[in-house]
């Protein structure tokens, strides 16, 4: 996940060690061991994937079709057995926060940004998500009671500050990196690498 590693690995010849690379991680040092020219892949290397890619998005389009055809039936009538009148299963989750993963829809945030304009016991239009499509009735909310708010209070302040802290002292250290001056020794490092 380092561009400039992969930058400098393209302008390497076979068997060449580079220069010290700056990466998010440190320092990397790569040698090209071989290379291989571009191509296509052939029809049976790419087969299986391009098989999964096709019914994954089609099992995407069934259920959007079929959420979208019983959408009306699950807002007016009894959400359960309209559900489970069409095949479908019903999943109930205890109170969540956004962008907790909601059953098997996982993280979603089309269906946090959804569910949480809801009221109570409000039903949604289909909802696409990477896995599918999801209808989504609210049961019960809970607001944060100011309560709440002031006996968590202590511990958001303390969690915002050690945030603060360490933004700073990077800032800081990026700072002094800055204005100190490195010198490479480039004997020591062929001494490294070889």
């Known amino acids: 996940m380092a561009p400039a590693v992969a930058e400098r690995a393209f302008e390497l010849k076979e068997n060449e060690v580079s220069d010290a690379i700056r990466t998010p991680q ?12 571009a191509k296509v892949p052939t029809l ?3 087969k299986a994937r391009v098989r999964e890619d096709v ?4 099992a995407v389009d069934v259920a959007r ?10 807002k ?3 959400f359960d057995a309209a559900a489970k009148s069409a095949g479908l299963e019903v999943k109930t989750t205890d109170l969540i926060a956004r962008g907790a993963p909601i059953a098997e829809a996982g993280v979603s945030p089309a269906v946090d940004a959804i569910a949480f304009t809801l009221p109570a016991g409000g039903v949604s239009d289909p909802i696409v998500t990477d896995n599918g499509a999801v209808v989504v009735k609210v049961l019960e909310k809970k607001d944060v009671t100011p309560a709440e708010v002031s006996s968590e209070r202590t511990q958001l ?13 990077a800032s ?12 490479i020794n480039r004997q020591t490092l062929a001494q490294v690498t070889a």
């Open 26 to 37: 440190g320092f990397a040092f790569i040698v090209v061991t071989g290379t291989q020219p």
């Open 44 to 46: 049976d290397e790419v």
């Open 55 to 58: 019914l994954k998005t089609k």
């Open 65 to 74: 079709q079929k959420a979208a055809s019983l959408a009306a039936q699950l």
């Open 76 to 78: 007016s009538s009894d």
């Open 157 to 169: 302040r303390e969690e915002l500050l050690n945030e603060r802290r360490n933004r700073f002292y």
């Open 172 to 183: 800081y250290m990026a700072k002094a990196r800055e204005r100190m001056k490195i010198n």
